[in-house]
């Protein structure tokens, strides 16, 4: 399967190092083996995505295996709704591959492709660098670089993407599966950071061409150390209105006990 121009939608051919399409529009692949395809005019920033630091925080977090049990829950729900041969999964939003290698590990055994894809530049080049099995790029979520109808499988955590866009590459009788978080999600650390911890809004999702096929919640205690509840809210949305006081008081935590709190979601592409 080959990587669309992001440019003007050709076909990106194979050239050694590089990828070039029809108009002549070039893009090199990376040492590490992933291609950016991330167009000049679609940048909203110099370095759009997580940063370097953020990246780190999550990759030291997630390697603990803090949020195990969620990656093998989605495995398992791909795995069960998957065709028995040939599946192809994009990991939307994919950082640096911790949750994209399980998926691509289930695409691999079935005879497919893992793909995983990111507007973070410093995590698409880490992803490559330790899943080099995984055809990783770095592009916009709403201008998907891949052509009609081409995966079996979808995974988004927290990841925006446009209901067209999925629908668009998306084969009929495809799923999507989506994570959001739920109500309680990491509310004891919310607590620390506002002065009234808002639990998240319950919201009605609706994906234009998809049916809802199931839902769950999917929800357990942690219980952290210092340096992990650091990583835990530098991975955080919230990280930026946290006083100096509360990361010190976190660092310095034996044990810093919080909960998750996961609404997932399985979509099935309209036939």
Known sequence: MSFLCPICHAPLADEKNALRCS???????AKEGYVNLLAVQYKRSREPGDSAEMMR???AFLEAGHYAPLRDALAQLLADALPGEGAEILDIGCGEG???????QLARQRGGSGYGLDVSKAAVRYGARRYPDVHFCVASSHRLPFADA???GITRIYAPCSAQELARVVKPGGVVLTVAPGPRHLVQLKALIYQEAKLHPEREELLDGFNLESQSTLAYPLSLNGRHACALL???PFAWRARPEVKTRLLEAVSFKCETD??????????
């Open 23 to 29: 108009a002549g529009h070039h893009f090199d692949k």
């Open 150 to 152: 081409t995966f079996d």
């Open 57 to 59: 925080a999550r990759r």
């Open 234 to 236: 530098q991975m955080t």
């Open 262 to 271: 996961f609404a997932v979601r399985l979509w099935r592409r309209r036939r």
């Open 98 to 104: 911790y949750y994209t290698s399980a998926f691509a």
